[in-house]
Protein backbone atom coordinates (compact mmCIF):
# COMPACT_ATOMS: atom_id res chain seq x y z
CA UNK A 1 0.00 0.00 0.00
CA UNK A 2 1.41 3.50 -1.02
CA UNK A 3 1.57 6.01 1.23
CA UNK A 4 -0.96 8.67 1.17
CA UNK A 5 0.61 12.27 0.45
CA UNK A 6 1.16 13.95 4.36
CA UNK A 7 -1.25 16.91 3.69
CA UNK A 8 -3.87 14.25 3.56
CA UNK A 9 -5.48 12.04 6.03
CA UNK A 10 -4.32 8.52 5.10
CA UNK A 11 -7.66 7.12 6.39
CA UNK A 12 -11.25 8.72 6.46
CA UNK A 13 -12.48 10.03 9.49
CA UNK A 14 -14.80 7.97 11.97
CA UNK A 15 -17.29 9.41 13.67
CA UNK A 16 -18.43 7.62 16.50
CA UNK A 17 -21.10 10.36 17.91
CA UNK A 18 -20.21 12.13 20.92
CA UNK A 19 -18.89 15.59 21.95
CA UNK A 20 -15.09 16.32 22.30
CA UNK A 21 -15.25 19.68 24.26
CA UNK A 22 -14.08 18.43 27.13
CA UNK A 23 -10.54 17.98 28.57
CA UNK A 24 -9.81 14.19 27.98
CA UNK A 25 -7.23 11.42 27.59
CA UNK A 26 -8.09 9.95 24.32
CA UNK A 27 -7.06 6.21 22.97
CA UNK A 28 -6.99 5.01 19.37
CA UNK A 29 -6.86 1.60 17.96
CA UNK A 30 -5.03 1.44 14.67
CA UNK A 31 -6.95 -0.57 11.97
CA UNK A 32 -4.25 -1.02 9.34
CA UNK A 33 -2.54 -3.20 6.84
CA UNK A 34 1.41 -3.90 7.25
CA UNK A 35 3.03 -3.11 3.83
CA UNK A 36 4.30 -7.00 3.66
CA UNK A 37 7.93 -7.73 3.18
CA UNK A 38 8.65 -3.84 3.61
CA UNK A 39 9.96 -2.95 7.17
CA UNK A 40 11.26 0.53 6.02
CA UNK A 41 7.80 1.59 4.02
CA UNK A 42 5.84 -0.33 7.71
CA UNK A 43 7.62 2.25 9.55
CA UNK A 44 6.83 5.21 7.36
CA UNK A 45 3.20 4.43 7.55
CA UNK A 46 3.26 3.69 11.41
CA UNK A 47 5.23 7.28 11.70
CA UNK A 48 2.15 9.02 9.98
CA UNK A 49 -0.82 6.74 11.50
CA UNK A 50 0.85 8.39 14.93
CA UNK A 51 1.24 11.78 13.61
CA UNK A 52 -2.50 11.61 12.56
CA UNK A 53 -3.51 9.89 15.95
CA UNK A 54 -1.71 12.87 17.35
CA UNK A 55 -3.49 15.48 15.78
CA UNK A 56 -6.70 13.94 17.06
CA UNK A 57 -5.15 14.37 20.46
CA UNK A 58 -4.45 10.82 21.29
CA UNK A 59 -2.41 10.05 24.23
CA UNK A 60 -2.54 5.71 23.66
CA UNK A 61 -2.35 4.20 20.48
CA UNK A 62 -2.80 0.50 19.75
CA UNK A 63 -1.36 -1.41 16.88
CA UNK A 64 -2.31 -4.61 15.53
CA UNK A 65 -0.43 -7.76 15.93
CA UNK A 66 2.61 -8.36 13.93
CA UNK A 67 2.24 -4.74 12.27
CA UNK A 68 5.87 -4.12 11.82
CA UNK A 69 6.96 -7.41 10.21
CA UNK A 70 3.86 -8.72 9.02
CA UNK A 71 1.44 -11.58 9.67
CA UNK A 72 2.18 -14.14 7.65
CA UNK A 73 -1.50 -15.02 7.17
CA UNK A 74 -2.39 -18.17 4.63
CA UNK A 75 1.53 -19.27 4.45
CA UNK A 76 2.54 -22.44 5.78
CA UNK A 77 6.07 -22.04 4.29
CA UNK A 78 5.97 -25.49 3.14
CA UNK A 79 5.65 -27.18 6.36
CA UNK A 80 4.58 -30.71 6.04
CA UNK A 81 5.55 -33.57 8.63
CA UNK A 82 9.28 -34.69 8.16
CA UNK A 83 9.74 -32.10 5.48
CA UNK A 84 10.61 -28.45 4.44
CA UNK A 85 10.22 -27.33 0.94
CA UNK A 86 13.04 -25.25 -0.20
CA UNK A 87 10.16 -22.45 -1.41
CA UNK A 88 9.02 -22.30 2.19
CA UNK A 89 12.48 -21.90 3.48
CA UNK A 90 12.86 -19.05 1.32
CA UNK A 91 10.16 -17.24 1.84
CA UNK A 92 10.72 -17.45 5.95
CA UNK A 93 14.05 -15.95 5.06
CA UNK A 94 12.36 -13.18 3.12
CA UNK A 95 9.51 -12.89 6.41
CA UNK A 96 12.83 -13.47 8.99
CA UNK A 97 14.96 -10.31 7.21
CA UNK A 98 11.57 -7.96 7.27
CA UNK A 99 11.49 -9.08 11.19
CA UNK A 100 13.31 -6.08 13.72
CA UNK A 101 15.55 -6.70 17.02
CA UNK A 102 14.48 -5.06 20.21
CA UNK A 103 15.92 -2.94 20.76
CA UNK A 104 17.34 -2.17 17.99
CA UNK A 105 17.47 0.68 15.23
CA UNK A 106 13.46 0.21 14.21
CA UNK A 107 12.90 0.47 17.94
CA UNK A 108 14.86 3.70 18.16
CA UNK A 109 13.11 5.18 15.27
CA UNK A 110 9.89 3.98 16.87
CA UNK A 111 11.17 5.93 19.73
CA UNK A 112 11.56 8.70 17.89
CA UNK A 113 8.58 9.07 16.75
CA UNK A 114 6.90 9.26 20.20
CA UNK A 115 9.66 11.37 21.56
CA UNK A 116 7.70 14.04 19.08
CA UNK A 117 5.15 13.73 21.90
CA UNK A 118 6.86 13.69 25.02
CA UNK A 119 7.33 9.49 24.67
CA UNK A 120 10.08 7.42 25.24
CA UNK A 121 10.74 3.39 25.00
CA UNK A 122 9.04 1.63 28.34
CA UNK A 123 9.64 -2.08 27.91
CA UNK A 124 8.29 -4.86 25.79
CA UNK A 125 5.48 -8.08 26.32
CA UNK A 126 6.71 -10.90 23.94
CA UNK A 127 4.00 -13.37 22.93
CA UNK A 128 4.19 -16.56 25.80
CA UNK A 129 2.77 -19.29 23.32
CA UNK A 130 2.67 -18.49 19.67
CA UNK A 131 -0.96 -20.47 17.88
CA UNK A 132 -0.80 -23.27 15.81
CA UNK A 133 1.14 -23.00 12.25
CA UNK A 134 2.86 -19.42 14.53
CA UNK A 135 5.04 -21.89 16.38
CA UNK A 136 7.15 -22.80 13.13
CA UNK A 137 8.32 -19.08 12.78
CA UNK A 138 7.47 -17.47 16.17
CA UNK A 139 9.55 -18.52 19.43
CA UNK A 140 8.51 -17.78 23.43
CA UNK A 141 8.22 -15.17 25.69
CA UNK A 142 8.82 -16.09 29.54
CA UNK A 143 7.03 -15.29 32.60
CA UNK A 144 9.91 -11.62 32.21
CA UNK A 145 7.96 -10.35 29.43
CA UNK A 146 4.72 -9.56 30.89
CA UNK A 147 5.03 -6.44 32.36
CA UNK A 148 2.39 -4.06 33.76
CA UNK A 149 3.53 -0.46 33.66
CA UNK A 150 2.52 2.08 35.86
CA UNK A 151 2.11 5.59 33.94
CA UNK A 152 0.34 9.29 34.14
CA UNK A 153 -2.82 7.34 32.26
CA UNK A 154 -2.73 4.04 34.09
CA UNK A 155 -1.72 0.77 34.63
CA UNK A 156 -0.77 -0.98 30.97
CA UNK A 157 -0.32 -3.94 29.81
CA UNK A 158 -0.73 -6.25 26.23
CA UNK A 159 -1.31 -9.35 25.95
CA UNK A 160 -1.15 -10.63 22.24
CA UNK A 161 -4.06 -12.79 19.93
CA UNK A 162 -5.16 -16.20 21.77
CA UNK A 163 -2.70 -15.77 24.60
CA UNK A 164 -5.55 -13.49 26.10
CA UNK A 165 -7.18 -16.96 26.39
CA UNK A 166 -4.72 -18.30 28.72
CA UNK A 167 -6.76 -17.67 31.97
CA UNK A 168 -3.36 -17.73 34.34
CA UNK A 169 -1.63 -15.09 32.23
CA UNK A 170 -4.82 -12.84 32.36
CA UNK A 171 -4.71 -13.81 36.20
CA UNK A 172 -1.15 -12.73 36.62
CA UNK A 173 -1.65 -9.16 34.84
CA UNK A 174 -4.41 -8.51 36.94
CA UNK A 175 -2.34 -9.21 39.85
CA UNK A 176 -0.44 -6.59 38.59
CA UNK A 177 -3.19 -4.11 39.04
CA UNK A 178 -3.67 -4.02 35.24
CA UNK A 179 -6.28 -1.35 34.29
CA UNK A 180 -5.96 -0.15 30.28
CA UNK A 181 -5.15 -4.10 28.49
CA UNK A 182 -4.01 -3.93 25.54
CA UNK A 183 -5.09 -6.74 22.88
CA UNK A 184 -3.15 -6.75 19.63
CA UNK A 185 -4.59 -9.83 17.46
CA UNK A 186 -5.13 -11.19 14.20
CA UNK A 187 -8.77 -12.62 14.94
CA UNK A 188 -11.25 -11.22 12.66
CA UNK A 189 -13.92 -13.41 13.89
CA UNK A 190 -16.94 -11.95 16.02
CA UNK A 191 -16.51 -14.50 18.45
CA UNK A 192 -13.49 -12.26 19.36
CA UNK A 193 -15.89 -10.05 20.71
CA UNK A 194 -16.84 -12.03 23.05
CA UNK A 195 -13.40 -12.60 24.30
CA UNK A 196 -12.80 -8.68 24.44
CA UNK A 197 -15.80 -8.33 26.60
CA UNK A 198 -15.34 -10.95 28.91
CA UNK A 199 -11.78 -9.82 29.71
CA UNK A 200 -12.91 -6.08 30.84
CA UNK A 201 -15.54 -7.69 32.69
CA UNK A 202 -13.46 -10.05 34.48
CA UNK A 203 -10.20 -7.93 34.98
CA UNK A 204 -12.41 -5.11 35.89
CA UNK A 205 -10.41 -2.81 32.73
CA UNK A 206 -10.14 -1.11 29.99
CA UNK A 207 -9.45 -3.78 26.88
CA UNK A 208 -8.25 -2.14 23.54
CA UNK A 209 -8.25 -4.64 20.84
CA UNK A 210 -6.23 -3.97 17.46
CA UNK A 211 -6.22 -5.85 14.22
CA UNK A 212 -5.34 -5.30 11.05
CA UNK A 213 -7.89 -5.04 7.99
CA UNK A 214 -5.91 -6.42 4.60
CA UNK A 215 -7.36 -7.26 1.19
CA UNK A 216 -5.24 -9.91 -0.83
CA UNK A 217 -3.92 -6.69 -2.79
CA UNK A 218 -2.15 -5.97 0.60
CA UNK A 219 0.24 -8.97 0.24
CA UNK A 220 2.61 -9.35 -2.66
CA UNK A 221 1.11 -11.61 -5.66
CA UNK A 222 1.47 -15.17 -6.48
CA UNK A 223 3.82 -17.10 -6.77
CA UNK A 224 5.94 -14.82 -4.78
CA UNK A 225 3.07 -15.62 -2.07
CA UNK A 226 0.23 -17.69 -1.83
CA UNK A 227 -2.54 -18.11 0.37
CA UNK A 228 -2.19 -22.20 0.85
CA UNK A 229 -5.72 -23.89 -0.60
CA UNK A 230 -7.34 -20.62 -0.87
CA UNK A 231 -5.12 -18.61 -3.21
CA UNK A 232 -7.52 -19.77 -6.34
CA UNK A 233 -10.59 -18.37 -4.78
CA UNK A 234 -8.69 -14.98 -4.13
CA UNK A 235 -9.18 -11.53 -5.91
CA UNK A 236 -7.20 -8.55 -5.33
CA UNK A 237 -10.36 -7.00 -3.33
CA UNK A 238 -10.74 -9.97 -1.64
CA UNK A 239 -11.01 -9.38 2.37
CA UNK A 240 -8.23 -12.01 3.87
CA UNK A 241 -8.45 -9.71 7.29
CA UNK A 242 -11.83 -8.23 8.37
CA UNK A 243 -10.97 -5.79 11.78
CA UNK A 244 -12.97 -5.89 14.07
CA UNK A 245 -11.03 -3.65 16.60
CA UNK A 246 -13.03 -2.60 19.33
CA UNK A 247 -12.65 -0.61 22.86
CA UNK A 248 -14.53 -1.98 25.74
CA UNK A 249 -15.06 -0.21 29.43
CA UNK A 250 -14.83 -2.04 32.75
CA UNK A 251 -18.17 -2.73 32.64
CA UNK A 252 -18.48 -4.36 29.33
CA UNK A 253 -19.84 -1.54 26.93
CA UNK A 254 -18.62 -1.05 23.89
CA UNK A 255 -17.35 2.42 23.94
CA UNK A 256 -16.46 2.42 19.86
CA UNK A 257 -15.84 -0.14 16.91
CA UNK A 258 -16.17 -3.17 16.46
CA UNK A 259 -15.24 -2.00 12.88
CA UNK A 260 -15.10 -3.90 9.71
CA UNK A 261 -15.70 -1.34 6.99
CA UNK A 262 -11.80 -0.98 6.30
CA UNK A 263 -8.64 1.09 7.15
CA UNK A 264 -9.37 2.82 10.66
CA UNK A 265 -8.22 4.96 13.58
CA UNK A 266 -11.02 4.47 16.20
CA UNK A 267 -10.93 6.31 19.25
CA UNK A 268 -12.67 6.89 22.80
CA UNK A 269 -12.46 9.84 25.05
CA UNK A 270 -11.62 9.49 28.67
CA UNK A 271 -13.35 12.33 29.86
CA UNK A 272 -11.52 14.13 33.18
CA UNK A 273 -14.27 16.09 35.14
CA UNK A 274 -11.48 16.78 37.78
CA UNK A 275 -8.82 14.73 39.27
CA UNK A 276 -9.78 11.57 40.92
CA UNK A 277 -13.16 11.64 40.59
CA UNK A 278 -15.59 9.86 37.99
CA UNK A 279 -14.97 10.07 34.68
CA UNK A 280 -16.84 8.68 32.14
CA UNK A 281 -15.38 6.95 28.44
CA UNK A 282 -17.50 7.42 25.19
CA UNK A 283 -16.77 7.44 21.83
CA UNK A 284 -15.60 10.63 20.13
CA UNK A 285 -16.11 12.65 16.69
CA UNK A 286 -12.75 12.64 15.60
CA UNK A 287 -12.12 15.82 13.42
CA UNK A 288 -8.80 16.86 12.82
CA UNK A 289 -8.37 20.24 14.36
CA UNK A 290 -5.62 22.67 16.27
CA UNK A 291 -5.75 22.10 19.31
CA UNK A 292 -4.01 24.23 22.34
CA UNK A 293 -3.17 21.19 24.79
CA UNK A 294 0.19 19.77 25.23
CA UNK A 295 -0.53 16.63 23.16
CA UNK A 296 1.29 13.85 23.93
CA UNK A 297 1.01 10.75 23.35
CA UNK A 298 2.38 6.73 24.47
CA UNK A 299 2.10 4.24 21.84
CA UNK A 300 1.97 0.54 21.76
CA UNK A 301 3.02 -1.14 18.67
CA UNK A 302 3.06 -4.25 18.26
CA UNK A 303 6.17 -5.66 16.33
CA UNK A 304 6.06 -9.31 15.24
CA UNK A 305 5.17 -11.30 18.22
CA UNK A 306 6.35 -8.59 20.57
CA UNK A 307 4.88 -5.80 21.84
CA UNK A 308 6.58 -2.09 22.46
CA UNK A 309 5.71 -0.08 24.57
CA UNK A 310 6.22 3.75 24.98
CA UNK A 311 5.71 6.32 27.92
CA UNK A 312 4.67 9.41 28.45
CA UNK A 313 6.46 11.88 30.53
CA UNK A 314 4.00 14.42 31.51
CA UNK A 315 0.14 15.16 32.13
CA UNK A 316 -2.08 16.17 29.40
CA UNK A 317 -2.03 19.86 30.58
CA UNK A 318 -0.39 22.01 33.60
CA UNK A 319 -3.90 21.92 34.94
CA UNK A 320 -4.64 17.68 34.81
CA UNK A 321 -3.19 14.68 35.60
CA UNK A 322 -4.65 12.26 33.45
CA UNK A 323 -5.74 8.83 35.23
CA UNK A 324 -8.10 6.14 33.61
CA UNK A 325 -11.79 6.42 35.12
CA UNK A 326 -11.15 4.79 38.24
CA UNK A 327 -14.54 5.63 39.10
CA UNK A 328 -15.79 2.80 36.91
CA UNK A 329 -13.00 0.46 37.48
CA UNK A 330 -13.73 0.45 41.36
CA UNK A 331 -17.41 0.33 40.60
CA UNK A 332 -16.93 -2.76 38.62
CA UNK A 333 -14.22 -4.29 40.73
CA UNK A 334 -16.92 -4.08 43.65
CA UNK A 335 -18.48 -6.52 42.16
CA UNK A 336 -15.95 -8.43 40.69
CA UNK A 337 -12.58 -8.76 41.66
CA UNK A 338 -10.73 -11.77 40.17
CA UNK A 339 -7.24 -11.49 42.18
CA UNK A 340 -9.41 -9.50 45.43
CA UNK A 341 -12.62 -10.03 47.09
CA UNK A 342 -13.58 -12.89 44.80
CA UNK A 343 -10.39 -15.01 44.78
CA UNK A 344 -9.56 -17.76 47.72
CA UNK A 345 -5.95 -18.13 47.68
CA UNK A 346 -6.42 -20.76 49.94
CA UNK A 347 -8.10 -23.12 47.50
CA UNK A 348 -6.75 -21.53 44.19
CA UNK A 349 -2.96 -20.00 43.78
CA UNK A 350 -1.03 -19.01 41.04
CA UNK A 351 2.78 -18.60 40.93
CA UNK A 352 4.47 -16.79 38.23
CA UNK A 353 8.17 -17.51 37.57
CA UNK A 354 8.96 -14.32 36.17
CA UNK A 355 13.08 -14.63 35.54
CA UNK A 356 14.45 -15.19 31.82
CA UNK A 357 14.33 -18.68 31.14
CA UNK A 358 17.53 -19.21 28.62
CA UNK A 359 18.25 -22.43 27.38
CA UNK A 360 21.49 -22.10 27.68
CA UNK A 361 23.54 -20.27 31.06
CA UNK A 362 27.06 -20.34 31.28
CA UNK A 363 28.75 -20.35 35.19
CA UNK A 364 31.50 -18.36 34.56
CA UNK A 365 29.30 -15.36 33.40
CA UNK A 366 27.09 -16.35 36.42
CA UNK A 367 30.36 -15.71 38.64
CA UNK A 368 31.44 -12.19 36.61
CA UNK A 369 28.33 -10.75 36.98
CA UNK A 370 28.08 -11.45 40.58
CA UNK A 371 31.59 -10.14 41.13
CA UNK A 372 30.66 -7.10 39.47
CA UNK A 373 27.88 -6.22 42.16
CA UNK A 374 30.33 -6.40 44.70
Given at each position: ???????????????????????????????????????????????????????????????PEAFIGGYPRGSNFGVTIGNRTAKGKEEFRKYHA?????????????????????????????????????????????????????????????????????????????????????????????????????????????????????????????????????????????????????????????????????????????????????????????????????????????????????????????????????????????????????????????????????????????????????
Amino acid sequence: MAIVASDAPLFAEVDMGADSSAPTVRATVVQASTIFYDTPATLDKAERLLAEAAGYGSQLVVFPEAFIGGYPRGSNFGVTIGNRTAKGKEEFRKYHASAIDVPGPEVERLAAMAGKYKGHFLGKHRKIMPTALERIIWGFGDGSTIPVFETPIGKIGAAICWENRMPLLRTAMYAKGIEIYCAPTADSREVWQASMTHIALEGGCFVLSANQFCRRKDYPPPPEYEFSGTEQDLTPDSIVCAGGSVIISPSGSVLAGPNYDGEALISADLDILQVFQQIVWHPVTIRKTDTTMNTQLEIIPSVSHVAVLFLEQNSVSDHYQCWPDLGEIARAKFDFDVVGHYSRPEVLSLVVRDHPATPVTFTSASAKTEGSHK
